[in-house]
């Protein structure tokens, strides 16, 4: 089945690896920043989170795992500036649940992050 998407005005795709473009003129431009399959939460969470706006919101889509990764998460979300608001489960086809973990963010992440290059995978936060 092919979906045809009118609606969706004022967008640009943009190539280029995160830890190179957060530290350029996209860093906190955006209000909302959706962050999928970039690995595990805390990298995701890393990789996405300078791009977010103050008072912007990060989603990052996550499997039935999140929990645990989420515990895993708190000091990448304190250390990058985020706060964690709430999450929304969903599916995609039945039987097959996700959930969204909405972040906010409140404070500037720090110019280190992101790291360079492969650093986040090697070593989360």
């Known amino acids: 089945m092919f979906c045809k998407f009118n609606a969706i005005t004022n967008v640009h795709v943009v190539v280029g690896r995160a830890e190179t473009l957060a530290h350029t003129e996209r860093r906190e431009a955006y209000d909302l920043v959706f962050a999928r399959a970039l690995g595990k939460l805390p990298v995701a969470l890393e990789l996405a989170a300078a791009f977010v706006a103050a008072g912007g919101m ?18 990448a979300i304190k250390a990058l500036g985020l706060s964690f608001k709430d999450k929304l489960g969903y599916s995609l086809a039945p039987g097959i649940q996700f959930t969204a973990l909405w972040f906010e963010k409140t404070q500037q992440t720090p110019e280190k992050y992101p790291r360079a290059v492969g650093i986040p995978a090697k070593r989360p936060l």
Do not use: D
């Open 58 to 75: 990060l989603i990052v889509p996550h499997g039935t795992s999140w929990q645990k990764e989420f515990q895993r998460s708190e000091k």
